[in-house]
């Protein structure tokens, strides 16, 4: 959560209004995980387009997040396009933007606290990103240092390689 609706979700938790601020962040999560069901084809097609310098630094890097590095260069531009308009629909489709709407506008009539604003869409958007590839750098790190990890004939013999140098 950004940190003005940590603010936010603090105050009203505090004043009890907690299941306000819990609907608003079960929407922020529905909203990503709609987005991140589009991302397959972007990958696809960023590996499919890898050239053979592209797969031999990856494969002989020693660095553990080559391949994840080499996703998010080549497909967050477009990801982002994608993400932004699916979590705008889902964010209006369960009401997300009103409940938020909601919960700031309370927020802004309290006396004392800093006005808030932020563009969900675009947080949400970019946390959903963030959160896609500490999962494939997860997946990647455990691919490269965990044999088993290697499930297919493909991963076996490309990192048999990596595990040679």
């Known amino acids: 959560m950004p940190s003005e609706l940590q603010k936010v979700d603090k105050t009203l938790r505090?004043?009890?209004l907690s299941s306000l601020a819990d609907d608003g962040v079960k929407m922020l999560n529905r909203a990503a995980e709609d987005a991140v069901k589009t991302a397959t084809p972007i990958f696809v097609s960023a590996i499919k387009n890898m050239s053979f310098k592209d797969v031999k630094n990856i494969l002989m890097s020693n660095d553990d997040k080559a391949a994840t590095t080499y996703l998010k260069t080549t497909t967050n531009q477009e990801l982002y396009k994608e993400f932004n308009p699916v979590i705008k629909k889902s964010f209006d489709k369960v009401g997300a933007d009103k409940t938020w709407k909601t919960i700031i506008?309370?927020?802004?009539?309290?006396p004392f606290v800093k006005k808030v604003n932020p563009d969900l869409t675009d947080y949400v958007t970019q946390k959903a990103l963030n959160?896609?590839?500490k999962m494939i750098a997860k997946k990647e790190l455990d691919i490269r240092k965990n044999t088993a990890s290697r499930t297919s004939d493909l991963l076996k013999k490309v990192f048999a390689l990596q595990d040679k140098k």
């Open 14 to 16: 505090s004043i009890g």
């Open 105 to 110: 506008s309370k927020y802004n009539t309290m």
């Open 131 to 133: 959160g896609v590839f």
